[in-house]
């Protein structure tokens, strides 16, 4: 009975431990989802606009003009860009991430993954992990992006990305991302990089009349790597929000269900304890009774 309440005690111990260190994992991820919802909050209307009209002037434009990042081919060679997180404890975070490049290419590009032409670029670790694992041919090179995240560390890879569509390496590029809701809500997307959509989905079938100054060629030229290398930071961004929420619910959860199971223990203990009493007692009084006897 001594061995069973001690193991009881043991565990109630260990849950106590690990409840502490859920507790401290929820604050650190609610301080950094702050931050990282500030940035996401402030660049959402920012990209969303440029997006708009990104897809409004290749939309406008005339026959006559040639737009190397809007052309679009025949799909032979695809390129994925995945975002996932460094690490993991975040819930189905990362799984469903993996889940939906590896549904956009069975629904998709089924044809071109036979072939071995599907590329995926990982900014994140887990993401390289699990999709490497799965067999895709993945590229480590922005894997690492999150140890220093900045606008010039995404831009070389959206440049990178750009180069390579422009060089026909790839004839399709698509970000593979979650778009932060809230810290319980994250909303898995594959979202059109290249090329460049002609009409943007909040636009509808509407399409802009613009004035150019100065040349319609040299402005597009200026315009369109900026707002690309803005719509793969955005992506970013919404990763690093999703992320943060997605561990702080996770270890909210952890922790409810903790005070759950130490409840449970603590029943568990004080029976345990109640029946060791119990049967000391009639112990001693089996004892004295054999004395009088």
Known sequence: MAGQLKEVRNR???VQSTQQITKA???VSAAKLRRAQDSITQMRPYAKKLQEMLSNIVSSIEGGTTLALAEERTI???LLIVV???????GGYNANLIKLAKATVAEKYEAQWKKGNVAIWNIGKKGYE????AGFKTNDTYKDLYLNLNFEAVQAAAQAAMKAFENKEFDAVEIIYSEFKNAATQAFTAEQFLPIPKVAKATGNKKADF???PAKEQLIAELMPK???????KAVLDGNASEHGARMTAMDKASENANELLKSLKISYNRARQAAITTELTEIVSGAAALQG
């Open 130 to 133: 699990g999709l490497t694992r």
């Open 12 to 14: 109630i111990k260990s």
């Open 211 to 213: 004035i150019f100054e």
């Open 84 to 90: 996932t997180s460094d690490r993991g404890l975040c």
């Open 25 to 27: 994992m929820k604050m």
């Open 76 to 78: 032979e060679k695809v």
């Open 227 to 233: 707002i690309l290398n803005t719509q793969l930071f």
